[in-house]
Nanobody, 120 residues
Framework: QVQLAESGGGLVQAGGSLRLSCSASGRSFDRYAMGWYRQAPGKEREFVAA????????YYADSVRGRFAISRDNRKNTVYLQMNSLKPEDTAIYYCASGYDSDPPSFNQWGQGTQVTVSS
């Protein structure tokens, strides 16, 4: 089991930036892929971004590619999501995920989520 704790969400104006963090504990962080998903009101949870255990491979949804950047620091057991040029449609609860370092990664552990609200 792994425990995941997200932070960094909040309210931002369109065009602004936020950086989400996810701290992991409970198992060897650097053996697993990490990712971010989001769920907007009335919609299904959707994939946002993922990073391999080494940080050498990254994956993005088309809707965020070029605006968001995922990274990880295995010394700190933390994964980040830098979000730039935010749009109102990015408003959602953002969830951190941990899982298998496949290509693409698959996830089986989830955090509680952090709210991101982008105002127009």
């Amino acid at each position: 089991q792994v425990q995941l704790a997200e932070s960094g969400g909040g309210l931002v104006q369109a065009g602004g930036s936020l950086r989400l963090s996810c701290s992991a504990s409970g198992r060897s962080f650097d053996r697993y892929a990490m990712g971010w998903y989001r769920q907007a009101p009335g919609k299904e949870r959707e994939f946002v971004a993922a990073v391999s255990w080494s940080g050498g491979s990254t994956y993005y949804a088309d809707s965020v590619r070029g605006r968001f950047a995922i990274s990880r620091d295995n010394r700190k057991n933390t994964v980040y999501l830098q979000m730039n040029s935010l749009k109102p449609e990015d408003t959602a609860i953002y969830y951190c995920a941990s899982g298998y370092d496949s290509d693409p990664p698959s996830f089986n552990q989830w955090g509680q989520g952090t709210q991101v609200t982008v105002s127009s």
